[in-house]
């Protein structure tokens, strides 16, 4: 193995040691297994259904212990000689067995089934592609990075004035993000944890997902469908700016695309038409 | 029903026709209990490996780090760790647990308990332990290729697994060994079908059989149909990889053609989730007996149960697609894979009212297999009802390939199959050996499996929920999971709590079978009526003298007009009215 190896491993260690030291810092549990901070409109409908489904899961989920561990420490040998024998096949049986079927079906299935399909059809599957004050971003993601593209001032992809960013997709606070996105190699999946939303790009297609911000900052966004060795270090920033930033930030980078961008490199010129497909 | 005529055959009297290419059922179940428990040591270790980098990445991993990763002093490489991420999870699946469950129990316990001399296709029997066993070496072969083994997951999606993102030849290996596997299980499943409808005892009807045929039957049902489709998958990746197809390339590498990943998911899943039930048919199968044996009392809902876990069977083979939410199928196909796999928690929930309804006013013994059997409906409750998050899309925009998920799966599949294979193994063990276990060490062992199990689990799905997504060798790169070292930490030391836990059983295991004088075990010692405990122990390589005839049902137990004191009755015998 090459020096830099071990020494990038030795880095690591002296990073893994201050991390944990950091961790340290006192944190309440529940704080400590909670998602990161939610900054969009949308995530507190994954949290109500995640919250649901857990309730429900603890009524059921006790039920279960009831009987593990009452019926074990009703009916042990000791304090319960004779068994009762039945074959629970009588029609009581039955009908409390149907009962318990038909209250999981009504209680759980229906409910999750139900409330999904609305936020999906409402919400996460409701693409403000036609919404002029969208914000249109292509991504490329490929081993082991993201490349985001903005249309620039012409408002047409894959032309001089388009704005790439490596690893960095700025976005303007409160207006929705509209990403069409594929893959140059393998499966990606763009994953941004702080708006609970996940969609794979796919090599030979094309995904849709959006979001929206209410909060200026920086966050993270991973790759989250295994990529090769190094899909851990597969990570971008998303820069949440406000609306005089995000436009202060695109004059500047206008300028500079259409200053550096070398129109004979095909390379450069991975967009598409927007929604072709 | 007995429509076949079943010879006896002499006693087999070389090493080599009675341990290596022995025909008889018992034998090869013990095989592969042994080729299922290396496996499960290997996988173990790797598991291990994963879990302290994880935890602590970076930092040479102790004791024998040294030893494995001489080139980066201890500490496990990234193309190692996706190595060994890929190569636990297909170990696992396809090596340790299918070989224990199916291989182990389906063979040894199929013919006792329906009274059948052997399976009905001993040599196919015998040749799809050797097949196993072959596709074993390759698969540990191609850990010693100079580009090392996969590295692509377990799922071993394209184009990552085609040579774009895997050039070594352990990819093409992994695809022969799974393959060669896919051959060995379905002769396996060819001949535990055959065997439990031609060769059933006269007078056991299907409803008479053991929940536990049940299980194995059903299951031998599913692994015919579904992994001859995973078969199909992975030779035309390994087309792709050594013949230069295009099936499932596009994009930029697809120089030629255009082909579709996602076909892949497709065909991968349609075995794949019917894979999870595979698993875990059989451990259900057990349990429900195990829990009525040790209750003392019949089966509560015996005709319910079976009849939910063959509608479970079936739901099984059509609810494949959430697996895929992400790709972003279209809303029709997901809203309809949503709606199909939460129908499954309507048997689900059935059945396990029957498993507690057996439980109710019983008179439980706790005996080692009964602890692993409620061990079973403990961690299957958790991992069945976690799978409702995970079903449901919305929720699995966010879960989708996290920590919930690794949690959540391996609660249903290691857990509940693991302590499922436990609870066969202690059950069945005086009839396999002729010796019982140490029943005190056996308790010891589930105490201390139990308990670091949860917390292992658990934490996986509390690391989950705070957004860690799976597969990365140092996930402390993303700032938000910071917070989440102390708890990873935590799971690791449970990991090697359990780790440590299992060295009890081998102890107990290899203590028991070949120690010296050890005393015989007595032919029915845990009191019950299934036909094997009406034979000696070890069970001699006929099985069975007289071929028996079966008047009543698997659990007649507790029946209080028994004669002459016992609580149980013989399933040769005729049902005593109550």
Redesign the interface.
Known sequence: ?DIS??ER?IG??A??TE??V???ES?GFW??????EDISST?H??EW??FY?TYV?IF??A???F??FG??FL???KR??????????EKK??L???A??????LS??MV??K???R???EV??NFPENDPDTIKVQVLAQ?WAWNFRHAGKDGEFNTADDVVELNNLVVPVGKKVMIQM??????H?F?L??A?????A????F??LWFDTNKTGKF?I?C??????????M?AQLTVLSAEDYERWTNESQERAIATNDTENMDLRWGWQWGSK | MAFVEQHIHDAPTSFWSKYIVSYDHKVIGKQFLWYGIFFLMVGGLMALLIRWTLAYPGVPFPVIGNLLFPHTNGVVPPDTYAMLFTMHGTIMIFFAITPILTGFLGNFCIPLLIGARDMIFPTLNMLSFWFAMASGVLLLGSLCLPLGAAAGGWTSYPTLSTNLGQPGVGQTLWLLSLFLFGVSSTMGAVNYITTVITLRAPGMGYFKMPLTIWGLWLTAILNAIFVPVLGAGLLLLTFDRVFGTTFFLAGAAATSGKGDPILFQHVFWIFGHPEVYILILPAWGLVSDILAFFSRKPAFGYKMTALSLSAITILSTVVYGHHMYTTQMSPLLTQSFMTLTMLISIPSAIFFANWLGTLWKGSIRFDSPMLFALGVVFVFGLGGLTGLYLASTSIDLYLHDTYFVVGHFHYTMAASVLLGGFAGTYFWFPKMFGRMMDERLAKIHFWATMLPLNGIFMGMMMVGWAGMHRRLYNPFIYEFMHKLIPVNQFITFSAVAMGLAQFIFLYNLFKTVFSKNYPAAPANPWNVGTLEWQIPSPAPHYNFLEIPHVKCGPHELGNPNLPDGRDFQYQTEELVKA
Not at chain 1, 100 to 105: E, P, R
Not at chain 1, 224 to 233: K, Q, R, V
Request: net charge positive; hydrophobic share 45%; proline share 5%.
């Open positions: 193995m190896f071990s491993l690591m260690i990073t893994g991390l944990i950091k961790a340290e944190m704080q400590r297994i909670s998602p990161p995530g409908l994954i259904l995640f489904t899961n059921w989920f039920l279960v212990c009987g593990i019926f074990s009916y042990s040998k319960h000689a004779k068994p009762l024998y039945t074959h629970g096949n049986h039955l409390l067995t149907a318990i079927g038909l209250g999981v079906f759980v299935d999750i089934t409330v999904s399909t936020d999906l059809k996460f599957w081993q594929t893959s140059k190699d393998v499966i999946a994953y944890p702080n609970r939303i996940k969609a794979d796919i090599p030979g297609r995904a849709k993270e991973a989250a469908e295994m990529c090769g060795n190094h899909h851990y270090l990570k």
